[in-house]
Every structure is written in structure tokens, then in C-alpha cells.
Nanobody, 117 residues
């Protein structure tokens, strides 16, 4: 399984960005599709997740402002980010987990999001 992200960039506070993640390979084994982020000097944190059952969860700090979505074939996943804040500045990673994918699943290369105040 390979993941390639796009859509990061520089935006002013209050602005919007949409991140995309193209997923290729054995997508039928995927159980969850996730977005993480990591700011300098901090750990990588889960931002949003879609599970096969359809359940969607968000970190408390991004609820309402960020929306995760994916297509039915699990070939694309998205993170729509609105009302961005400087504290949203981080490298964003897409991730998939599922059968035979190990403990950590597969990861994209990361895309930088910078929000200026």
C-alpha cells in the first residue's frame, strides 16, 4: 500500500486548506483511514479517523473546523481544514491501518501546513 499526500501550504489564520491523500495497492485490507499531525518538537498526534463501520472521530482541538472524508473505494482520503489557527501548523500525515499492515500501518510522506497569525 502506498500513500501520497498533496495540498499543504501557507495560509493566514482563518483560512482554509484541503489535504488529499492518494492510496494505491491492496485497499480492500484497510480497516481505518487516518490523518495525523506533528508540530516541531512534539509527538505525532491523531487528528481524525474513519473506521470501516463508518464511525468518524476527531481530536477535540479540531472538531467542527476539520472534516475527514474518503471515497468508497478507499483510493482517496481528504482533510478539509477551515478556520485554521496558528496552532494548526504542523506536518500532516495520512495513514491507513488494516489486516496484514502491521502495528502502525502505512504512512504518507507528510505535507507541511503553516498558518500565520
Amino acid at each position: 500500500v502506498q500513500l501520497v499526500e498533496s495540498g499543504g501550504g501557507f495560509v493566514q489564520a482563518g483560512g482554509s486548506l484541503r489535504l488529499s491523500c492518494a492510496v494505491s495497492g491492496s485497499t480492500s485490507s484497510i480497516n481505518s483511514m487516518n490523518w495525523y499531525r506533528q508540530a516541531p518538537g512534539t509527538r505525532r498526534d491523531l487528528v481524525a479517523s474513519i473506521i470501516n463501520s463508518g464511525k468518524i472521530t476527531y481530536a477535540e482541538s479540531v472538531k467542527v473546523r476539520l472534516t475527514i472524508s474518503a471515497d468508497e473505494g478507499k483510493n482517496m482520503m481528504y482533510l478539509q481544514m477551515n478556520s485554521l489557527k496558528p496552532e494548526d501548523t504542523a506536518v500532516y500525515y495520512c495513514n491507513v491501518m488494516g489486516l496484514g499492515m502491521g502495528v502502525y500501518g502505512y504512512w504518507g510522506q507528510g505535507t507541511q501546513v503553516t498558518v500565520s497569525s
